[in-house]
T-cell receptor, first 111, second 114 residues
Framework: QQKVQQSPESLSVPEGGMASLNCTSS?????YFWWYRQHSGEGPKALM?????GDKKEGRFTAHLNKASLHVSLHIRDSQPSDSALYFC???????????FGTGTKLQVVP | NSKVIQTPRYLVKGQGQKAKMRCIPE?????VFWYQQNKNNEFKFLIN????????QIDMTEKRFSAECPSNSPCSLEIQSSEAGDSALYLC????????????FGKGTRLTVV
């Protein structure tokens, strides 16, 4: 039973465009969120975390968290071909010992 | 760049054989995680350690899987009797204080059971 769902499964955006990824936790205990990016042949690399309601911006990446609905989104502006990768949302509990990963979104940025 | 080192990068074993992979966490990170990422890119948490002590592990790792993080030696994950369904990318990660701080992943060991 997957407790962290992501959508869409795959996404194609033009270079310079905006990519929007979504993630929802079905377990109210898991409400601390991370976004990871994984390029082919590599391990995941953390992009950013978000623990409080609202927006958090880091460079071209903006995350938005709604704790009431346990929904988090990631928006990538001015997408670059190098952004093409798998993106994972991960959630942890307040005193969590591990992060629970979502189903992933495959992003392709087309030049 | 992550400094979590995993060896070997690729491992091929026959069914029933033992498979062992190693991980050197980032220096100064006492918390180590092992995840399995299958061919559909789904992650499964296996086990984690704080220093040499197990923090949490799933039921699967209590049977054919064993793991340890001895002092002054690499951490390791071993599958006693490999099955075809164990074919996956095994990812080791480390962090300073646990799941709510940044977790750094290695490149993984890709296990193929033939």
């Amino acid at each position: 039973q997957q407790k962290v769902q992501q959508s869409p499964e795959s996404l194609s955006v033009p270079e310079g465009g905006m990519a929007s990824l979504n993630c929802t936790s079905s377990d109210r205990n898991f409400q601390y969120f991370w976004w990871y990016r994984q390029h082919s042949g590599e391990g995941p690399k953390a992009l950013m975390s978000i623990f409080s309601d609202g927006d958090k911006k880091e460079g071209r990446f903006t995350a938005h968290l709604n704790k009431a609905s346990l929904h988090v989104s990631l928006h990538i502006r001015d997408s670059q071909p190098s952004d093409s990768a798998l993106y994972f949302c991960a959630a942890s509990a307040n005193s969590g010992t591990y992060q629970r990963f979502g189903t992933g979104t495959k992003l392709q940025v087309v030049p | 760049n992550s400094k979590v080192i995993q060896t070997p990068r690729y491992l091929v074993k026959g069914q029933g054989q033992k498979a062992k992979m190693r991980c050197i966490p980032e220096k100064g990170h006492p918390v180590v995680f092992w995840y399995q990422q299958n061919k559909n890119n789904e992650f499964k948490f296996l086990i984690n350690f704080q220093n040499q002590e197990v923090l949490q592990q799933i039921d699967m790792t209590e049977k054919r899987f064993s793991a340890e993080c001895p002092s002054n030696s690499p951490c390791s994950l071993e599958i006693q009797s490999s099955e075809a369904g164990d074919s996956a990318l095994y990812l080791c990660a480390s962090s300073l204080t646990g799941a709510n701080t940044e977790v750094f992943f290695g490149k993984g060991t890709r296990l193929t059971v033939v």
